[in-house]
T-cell receptor, first 113, second 118 residues
Framework: GENVEQHPSTLSVQEGDSAVIKCTYS??????FPWYKQELGKRPQLIID?????GEKKDQRIAVTLNKTAKHFSLHITETQPEDSAVYFC????????????FGQGTRLTINP | DVKVTQSSRYLVKRTGEKVFLECVQD?????MFWYRQDPGLGLRLIYF???????EKGDIPEGYSVSREKKERFSLILESASTNQTSMYLC?????????????????FGDGTRLSIL
């Protein structure tokens, strides 16, 4: 089955700097890659997603890139702010219809003021 | 806005008890999912359902069962709770991706139930 590896497990950056979180997946049939943000004590929330027919997608300060050949995708956050502090999860989906997601282990991002 | 509601935020049960976790969504979603979240392991899928009375095993179904008698409600059952089932449990729902619909429908999560088995 699909396996998703996420790195790093923790990341600390200065406010205003950029943060990058990387994920690799194993199943070449995966075609959908969402990123979720989970603030302390709250539910995971979708922040951006990318489909396999696109190499890059951007939404204001966040962007996701996908390299299908290498089977990896990354989340980029620019001009980081304290409210970006959270746990971030990547995921990959291989099944249409029910679209079962396989999640990475999570990255705890801390923005230092 | 999609609302996924889990019946309890915190629950404490004893080993051997039968435990029910309830989840309700109000957006007429076909798909519903149960995950458990443990530090360093991310979210792991226990069971999912794509229709009423339909269920499929996820990656870690052992020790759990589910029930989907109505479209809006998906229940997770711990038949005989054990201490290694102490965890955060998250429910999610999404639209079924198929003909006439945008592919790759996002999953919407509930607030979670923190379950402690003593």
């Amino acid at each position: 089955g699909e396996n998703v590896e996420q790195h790093p497990s923790t990341l600390s950056v200065q406010e205003g700097d950029s943060a990058v979180i990387k994920c690799t997946y194993s199943d070449s049939a995966s075609n959908y890659f969402p990123w979720y943000k989970q603030e302390l004590g709250k539910r995971p929330q979708l922040i951006i997603d990318i489909r396999s027919n696109v190499g890059e997608k951007k939404d204001q300060r966040i962007a996701v890139t996908l390299n299908k050949t290498a089977k990896h995708f990354s989340l980029h956050i620019t001009e980081t702010q304290p409210e970006d502090s959270a746990v971030y999860f990547c995921a990959a989906s291989t099944v249409k219809g029910a679209q079962k997601l396989v999640f990475g282990q999570g990255t705890r991002l801390t923005i230092n003021p | 806005d999609v609302k996924v509601t889990q019946s309890s935020r915190y629950l404490v049960k004893r080993t051997g008890e039968k435990v029910f976790l309830e989840c309700v969504q109000d957006m007429d979603h076909e798909n519903m999912f149960w995950y458990r979240q443990d530090p360093g392991l991310g979210l792991r899928l226990i069971y999912f359902s794509y229709d009423v009375k339909m269920k499929e095993k996820g990656d870690i179904p052992e020790g759990y069962s589910v029930s989907r008698e109505k479209k809006e409600r998906f229940s997770l059952i711990l038949e005989s709770a054990s201490t290694n089932q102490t965890s955060m449990y998250l429910c999610a729902s999404s639209l079924y991706s198929g003909a006439g619909r945008t592919s790759n429908q996002p999953q919407h999560f509930g607030d979670g139930t923190r379950l402690s088995i003593l």
